[in-house]
């Protein structure tokens, strides 16, 4: 296989793995999202239900919103995921090189594109968090009524 059919196949590769990245995190969001809205439910059913904080049920409140601001530093404060270089500045700049040199530079720079990982990884521990801390703080008041 020639040089510039390598490069081809790694390019496509590269596009793969990010379009797959930011197909992970648009799902991820959207589950942030559920997550959010359904603690934002619970706080305010537990808020305006008449005597919706008696016999310990401040211990589910506690966990709903604790829940709901884990869920929203997850959904706000995530990394934007980066998709490869702006095409604009990236042709301008770099259009006129050889097909070759061209197809080294994109790769060089789709390569930096496909190692967010982290981003994506800070955005399921959040939402695992979320739904820890909402579990958690509902078993604790579970507890609490039987004793």
């Given at each position: 296989m020639p040089f510039s059919e390598n490069l081809q196949t790694a390019k496509d590769t590269?596009?793969?793995?990010?379009?797959?990245?930011?197909?992970?995190g648009a799902a991820l969001d959207a589950k942030l999202v559920g997550l959010l809205a359904f603690m934002a439910?619970?706080?305010?059913?537990?808020?305006?239900?008449?005597?919706?904080?008696?016999t310990h049920r401040w211990i589910l409140l506690v966990g709903a919103a604790g829940s709901s601001?884990?869920?929203?530093?997850?959904?706000v404060g995530a990394q934007d995921l980066k998709s490869g270089p702006r095409?604009?500045?990236?042709?301008?700049?770099y259009g006129g090189l050889s097909?070759?040199?061209?197809d080294e530079q994109l790769l060089?720079?789709?390569?930096?594109t496909t190692t967010e990982e982290d981003a994506l990884d800070g955005r399921r521990a959040?939402?695992?968090?979320?739904?820890?801390?909402?579990?958690?703080?509902?078993?604790?008041?579970?507890?609490?009524?039987?004793?």
């Amino acid at each position: 296989m020639p040089f510039s059919e390598n490069l081809q196949t790694a390019k496509d590769t590269a596009f793969e793995e990010i379009s797959t990245q930011v197909s992970t995190g648009a799902a991820l969001d959207a589950k942030l999202v559920g997550l959010l809205a359904f603690m934002a439910a619970a706080v305010g059913v537990l808020l305006t239900v008449a005597n919706g904080l008696a016999t310990h049920r401040w211990i589910l409140l506690v966990g709903a919103a604790g829940s709901s601001v884990l869920v929203l530093v997850g959904t706000v404060g995530a990394q934007d995921l980066k998709s490869g270089p702006r095409a604009s500045d990236f042709y301008k700049t770099y259009g006129g090189l050889s097909p070759v040199d061209y197809d080294e530079q994109l790769l060089a720079d789709l390569g930096k594109t496909t190692t967010e990982e982290d981003a994506l990884d800070g955005r399921r521990a959040l939402l695992a968090g979320g739904f820890f801390w909402a579990v958690l703080w509902s078993i604790a008041f579970g507890i609490v009524q039987l004793v």
